[in-house]
Every structure is written in C-alpha cells, then in structure tokens.
C-alpha cells in the first residue's frame, strides 16, 4: 500500500468576494507541480458561492464533471438544454465530451451554496454530450458505503460517468467502522473527509483531510466520532 496525505490547511485558496473556493489539486491561479491530479481526478474544488452570485456561461470539453452540493441550492444551465437546480443529497455528473457551456449559479438569494465540483478525465475523448443527476438518500450511507458514481456500463442506480470511476458517500457514527473494497484492482482510492476525524488504514484524517491511497485492494475506515467520508475510486493511468 501506497499514500499521500493532503492535509486541509494546504489546498489552494482564492476568494474572489462572490467565490471562496480551496483547491486540493492545481487549478487556475494555484500551480503546484506535486499536486496535479491523482490518477484520473484532475480537480477537487471545495466551493462557496455567494447568494445570487455563480459562474456565468463557459466552455468544457472532453472532462467528467461531478457536482455534489453539500448546503444550499446550485442552479444549472447548460447547452444540451437543461435547466434544473441540485441541493443537497442530489449529485449531478456531465460528459462535457466534444463540447458544451453551461452556467451555475446559487439559486438562493439569501445564503451561500457550497458544494464540491469534480473534474475526472474521461475513458475516451469526444464523446456525445451528457447530463445525469440523482438524488441519494441519506438514511443508505448510515454506518454503510454509499455508491453515488459508477461506469456507464454499470448496472447500479447511480449517476454515471464516462470512465472506470467509483464514487461512494460514508458516514459514520462514533466507534464504528467500515472496509472499502477496490472495484478495480489498477485502481486508486481518494479519500476526501467532509465532516470529522477518522482512521483509514493508519493514517489519522481531519474535517477537509484527503488522502490517496493505491496498490490496496480493500480500505479500514474506523472513527471515534461522527464522520462524513467522500470516497472516490479511479483509473490511475
């Protein structure tokens, strides 16, 4: 086994006034040659946006983008023709592929939208355009692994992607456990703690903690306290 800790207090940060957004990998202004990506997860943004503020219309091309709103309501527009808005337990995911521009915006006029955007480079390049979304129950993550992210080809009720990725949502009371086990034995796993303190595989995480994990086949995840866990399984070629 194999990791790399990504403590909280050192993403990249930039706060725009409208957007207070922390980087885990490099992204636009924050460069750093030792945090590019891990695997194929290109991106790990942890924004907040300001109410009636957002990110006008813009070009992707050929990237998995994954949104999952952790407080408050994202408003989304896009070329393909959807409109919609995510909140919450709901989790958006788009094949940009050959093209698209979209917008998003805080629907919400009187608090921020904070929320986690995910780039994932895709299986294959310029592909058709899509659009999923689902809404995930929470009462399924309970002290269990939540799968919210998985292939195309998969027969799960998930929202899917273009690329062999596997996301999972946990949480975990005080004193309880879980074991992650890799779907894909090449893969890697990222973990991103969202709320609390955990153990995973000997390594002490904390509230905003990553740590990236390879050449494991399955992942001992203990807490002494409540604990939020995004789990994020990817290609790492």
Known sequence: MKTVVHKAGTRGHANHGWLNSYHTFSFANYHNPERMSFGVLRVLNDDEVAQGEGFGRHPHDNMEIISIPLDGDLEHKDSMGTVGVIRRNDVQAMSAGTGIFHSEYNHNSDKPVKFLQIWVFPKQ???APRYDQKTFDPAER???IQRIVSPIEDGA?????AQDAYFSLLSLDKDASQTYHVNKPD???YLFLLEGAINASGMLLERRDGMGITDAQEIEITTTSHAELLIMEVPMK
């Open 157 to 161: 009720d998930t929202v899917k992607v």
């Open 142 to 144: 309970k002290n269990r």
């Open 187 to 189: 893969n890697g796993v």
């Open 125 to 127: 390049r310029n592909i």
